[in-house]
């Protein structure tokens, strides 16, 4: 995939394809590509290790939990 076929790939995404937690019709076109970014990072440094990835996934879900009572 080349830089103008994932900037078309963004454009085209909408809120549906998320859960609501990350406002993504909200984001700027760079807010976009960092999350998306994040997400796979997220995903690769667990991929390897499922109970790695397990944990992280835990303390993502304890964090938002944390911002979301404050």
């Known amino acids: 995939m080349n830089l103008a ?16 937690h990350t406002r993504y019709g909200n984001l700027s076109p760079e807010q976009k590509l960092e999350w998306l970014s994040e997400a796979a990072r997220f995903w ?18 304890v964090q938002a939990d944390k911002r979301n009572r404050a």
Not at 5 to 20: P, Q
Not at 45 to 59: C, E, T, V
């Open 5 to 20: 076929e994932l900037r078309k790939r963004l454009v085209d995404l909408t809120e549906c394809d998320f859960d609501g």
């Open 44 to 61: 690769w440094h667990g991929h390897g290790n499922p109970r790695s990835f397990y944990l992280k996934l835990r303390d993502v879900r």
